[in-house]
């Protein structure tokens, strides 16, 4: 087990500090549009981090704020202390990003999906990067995978592999886009799995994207909600069961109302 200050890279176990993300007073337009208004939060070093809130809340723009992906309107994203949108900080700090869509390349195989990423920025050996890819492979359960194209592969697999090339990157800080969508509750467990588990054996950071209630509840050490852009909660997965606000119980508990016109005419 690494210290809890440090993150054990899982390819050849050195520890590096583990790295924090702070976000101050972050708003991002696109035009008129106001997607984040105001969000400050800080995610400490080794930690799980959920942020929750329905489509369209503004999420994934918020993942890739923090990754450095676009320029906030204004605030700042601060990893490990330097801005998110400079440069040196990408080489300062390793991070990987787990796309919502997956956004494997179809045109190749799984090993050479997750060898791309060493190869092309020359990082290791040619016997190196196989090591590592199946390595990667095996933490997700799927070496058998490797000479397979991603369309042989269920939706699941495919968010796992997509979680092992993020891997290759040897982050200190992993990012998850929905890892769950589309997936049945039992394949969605198992993904909530594995990451606790990057987090627990390496001492990842991590911030995860999702509407899935039972991965934020089993995984997280602490909670966001982001609603219209504003984050109206941030705390431990207990407060956020216990809040009595209606907002978080709306959210949580969705009511359907049958009397609804909507419903009454799918009904008829
Ligand atoms: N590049 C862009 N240009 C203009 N508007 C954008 C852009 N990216 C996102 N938006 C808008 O920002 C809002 C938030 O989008 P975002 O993708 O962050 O939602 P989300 O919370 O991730 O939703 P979902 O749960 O459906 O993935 C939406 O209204 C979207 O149309
Ligand atoms: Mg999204």
């Known amino acids: 087990m690494p210290s809890s200050s440090a993150t054990r890279n899982p390819f050849t176990a050195v520890e590096t500090p583990a790295v924090g993300v702070v976000l ?3 708003c991002k337009d696109f035009g008129t549009l106001k997607v984040l208004k105001n969000v400050s939060f800080s995610v400490d070093p080794g930690e799980i981090f959920v942020l929750m809130g329905p489509s369209g809340s503004g999420k994934s723009v918020m993942l890739k704020q923090i990754v450095g992906l ?27 990003l787990v796309f919502q869509s997956g956004a494997l390349f179809n045109s190749l195989s799984v090993f050479d ?43 699941g697999m495919k968010k796992r592999v997509a ?23 039992v394949t969605s467990a198992a993904i909530s799995e594995i990451i606790a588990t990057l987090k627990e054996e390496y001492h990842v950071t991590t911030i ?22 504003e984050l109206i909660f941030n705390g431990s997965p207990a407060e956020l069961r216990a809040s009595q606000d209606p907002r978080i119980t709306d959210f949580l508990n969705p009511k359907i109302d049958l009397k609804n016109p909507r419903f009454k005419k799918l009904a008829s």
Do not use: C, W
Not at 120 to 144: C, F, G, N, P, W
């Open 113 to 155: 999906n997750l060898a791309l990423y060493p190869r092309e920025h020359r990082i290791a050996s040619e016997a190196d990067i196989r090591t590592k890819v199946m390595h990667a492979l095996q933490i997700i359960s799927l070496q058998d995978t490797a000479q397979k194209y991603p369309a042989e592969l269920s939706g």
């Open 24 to 26: 101050e007073n972050l």
């Open 70 to 96: 676009e320029p906030p309107t204004s605030g700042r994203v601060l990893i490990d202390g330097r801005d998110a949108t400079d440069p040196a900080t990408r080489e300062h700090v390793r991070m990987a």
């Open 208 to 229: 995860v994207v999702s509407h899935d209630r039972d991965l934020a509840f089993n995984i997280a050490d602490r909670i966001g909600l982001l609603l219209g852009g």
């Open 163 to 185: 979680i092992a090339r993020a891997l290759v990157m040897e982050p200190q800080l992993m990012l998850y886009d929905e890892p769950t969508s589309e997936l049945d509750p």
